[in-house]
């Protein structure tokens, strides 16, 4: 296609308003179209300067003439009724995580796109287009290493809403080290523990914030998340794998740290997730968008990136995850068959 396709943006809040910016100013076959949110005042202060019409319902967005693709930035509640709008319509969707909020309607959206023998649905686990998750992927895949035995994840944030209480951290956070996880070891997790820890003066009356998370993945590889989301400090995001023959760590070239006379040192670290992963963000639009375009005009795949199985799988772990904070057991997982 030589053409643009033209997009509906579903949610212009953060999000969606970011993706809106990424389409219109830094990425090639596209132009935003129409955007929907549930405050029509958001919608056009997002949508009139680009020349976007506003569309109040999302089906009616989705199903629109001059809609060929559709970015989904809803709450995750809208996800599984906007994500098979856009198969019935026969239209490439990018859906920010999570692809369902419940494992049993994500693997029915997986089983829907199945059915239709064509791959439209590509889910927003943008640091697989990270150039550090990228690399290190490419490292463990390689072999270089030897096998993978412990994999070390930190993901901290400097404050979070009220409403971000135990279970939430794991559906809203950890769901990135879910996909990261078996982005970098190539394999499924079985199960799942939590330990909560002595909590922060900062979080509310019983959430436990930090905990730690444990995941076992099928090949018997440890995947270890502290997950802090209220350090008053700054967004951090490491990664460490530690394999048979050498470790590598990602996340520390994002900040800058200095070494000053009498022995001092000290850096910045990024604000926001935006700023950390803003490359990553832009990459995957792009590549998605080249990705839509093909499929669009050939009528086959549309996806250049995490699909249905992968939103699915994120969806399974977090279950057990929740399941475990819960009920203070290790949980496994219980994943379909893929086939």
């Known amino acids: 296609m030589n053409d643009e396709i033209r997009i509906a943006v579903l ?37 009139d300067p680009i020349g976007a019409r506003v569309v109040a319902d999302p089906a009616e967005a989705i199903a629109a003439d001059d809609v060929d693709a559709v970015v989904i930035a809803t709450p995750g509640s809208a996800h599984e009724a906007q994500v098979l709008a856009c198969l019935e319509a026969g239209k490439p969707v990018l859906c920010e995580k999570p692809l369902t909020t419940e494992a049993a309607t994500a693997a029915a959206v997986y089983r829907r796109e199945t059915e239709l023998g064509r791959r439209l649905i590509q889910v927003g686990f943008m640091r697989r287009f990270d150039r550090e998750y990228a690399a290190l992927q490419q490292m463990i895949a390689g072999g270089d290493l030897g096998a993978p035995l412990m994999l070390h994840c930190a993901h901290r944030n400097p404050a979070v809403p009220e409403f971000f209480d135990s279970e939430f951290m794991i559906r809203d956070s950890v ?3 879910a996909d ?5 070891l190539g394999e499924e997790i079985a199960a799942v523990s939590v330990v909560r820890g002595r909590p922060t003066a900062e979080a509310p009356a019983g959430v436990s914030d930090p905990m730690l998370v444990l995941f076992e993945a099928e090949s018997g590889a440890l995947v270890t998340i502290e997950i802090f989301v209220r350090t008053g400090i700054a967004y951090e995001v490491r990664t460490e794998i530690v394999a048979e023959r050498g470790s590598a760590l990602i996340g520390l070239d994002q900040n800058v740290v200095t070494k000053r006379a009498g022995g001092t040192w000290g850096g910045t670290i990024t604000p926001d997730f935006v700023a950390r992963f803003g490359q990553a963000y832009d990459d995957q639009m792009q590549r998605w968008v080249d990705a839509a375009r093909a499929g669009i005009a050939s009528g086959g795949d549309a996806v250049d990136g995490p699909g249905s199985w992968d939103g699915y799988a994120a969806a399974a772990i977090c279950e057990a995850g929740v399941a475990a904070v819960v009920k203070g057991e290790r949980i496994e997982t219980g994943m379909e068959d893929r086939s």
């Open 11 to 47: 949610g212009v809040g953060k999000m969606g308003s970011f993706h809106v910016e990424s389409l219109t100013r830094r990425t090639r076959g596209a132009r935003v179209t129409v955007v929907s949110d549930v405050s029509d005042e958001q919608a056009h202060r997002v949508g």
């Open 180 to 184: 990261s996880a078996r982005f970098l």
């Open 175 to 177: 769901v990135h080290e």
